[in-house]
Nanobody, 121 residues
Framework: QVQLIESGGGLVQAGGSLRLSCAAS????????MGWFRQAPGKEREFVAA?????DYAESVKGRFTISRDNAKNTVYLQMNSLKAEDTAVYYC?????????????????WGQGTQVTVSS
């Protein structure tokens, strides 16, 4: 059974940094795609970043966030710098063995439980 376990969320001041991690167990995604989405209260879950043989970012985080992966550890990371209050959300890790529609939640078969990121202004 595939499990995605996120860690690294927390409370940070605006302008600060956090690094999220997502460890996958029960399956490997080295040839697939892994991504990060986020959901703020009262809003829909939105795409943040994805990585396969390429990297893709939402416009709102481009230049501030960096997605990376360690295939040996089956882990994906999201380095978040210059955080803003509007980055406050629950962040979800996602994974799929295929290449799918990676900016859509429909493109991912597996999801983590989410980790809270709160940025105080």
């Amino acid at each position: 059974q595939v499990q995605l376990i996120e860690s690294g969320g927390g409370l940070v001041q605006a302008g600060g940094s956090l690094r999220l991690s997502c460890a996958a167990s029960g399956g490997t995604f080295s040839s697939g795609v892994m991504g990060w989405f986020r959901q703020a209260p009262g809003k829909e879950r939105e795409f943040v970043a994805a990585i396969s043989a390429w990297r893709d970012y939402a416009e709102s985080v481009k230049g501030r966030f960096t997605i990376s992966r360690d295939n040996a550890k089956n882990t994906v990371y999201l380095q978040m710098n210059s955080l803003k209050a509007e980055d406050t959300a629950v962040y979800y890790c996602s994974a799929n063995r295929g290449a799918g529609a990676t900016r859509s939640t429909l493109g991912y078969a597996y999801w983590g439980q989410g980790t809270q990121v709160t940025v105080s202004s």
